[in-house]
């Protein structure tokens, strides 16, 4: 069983920052793609950052330049730093994972239960 468990969300003034971290555990042989989603109120999920096994980095162009993203192979985490908070940042965060269990298993998808992040204005 693989567990992916998010930590940071918050409430912050625009032009703030906070940082989220994502742990995973569990039956893990490698990571394929790790990224962090966003769901704001009536809107549908949208991806946020992603990075690749090789470390390959992706950001949305709406938080390209403001949101950084981290890994720490060691640990199994990935962490998402994100600066110059705007209202329109305000979505619950979810830490995302398509890894393999062993050697031989296919890519699995995973989900985070979800973090809050609240921006006013």
């Known amino acids: 069983q693989v567990q992916l468990v998010e930590a940071g969300g918050g409430f912050v003034q625009a032009g703030g920052s906070l940082r989220l971290s994502c742990a995973a555990s569990?039956?893990?042989?490698?990571?394929?793609?790790m990224a962090w989603y966003r769901q704001a109120p009536g809107k549908q999920r949208e991806l946020v950052a992603s990075?690749?096994?090789?470390?390959?980095?992706d950001y949305a162009d709406s938080v390209n330049g403001r949101f950084t993203f981290s890994r720490d192979s060691a640990k199994k985490t990935v962490s998402l730093q994100m600066n110059r908070l705007k209202p329109e940042d305000t979505a619950v965060y979810y830490c995302?994972?398509?890894?393999?269990?062993?050697?031989?298993?296919?890519?699995?998808?995973?989900w985070g239960q979800g973090t809050q992040v609240t921006v006013s204005s």
């Open positions: 990075i690749t096994s090789s470390g390959r980095i």
């Open positions: 995302n994972a398509v890894l393999l269990q062993t050697a031989i298993s296919a890519p699995s998808t995973y």
């Open positions: 569990g039956s893990i042989y490698s990571f394929n793609n």
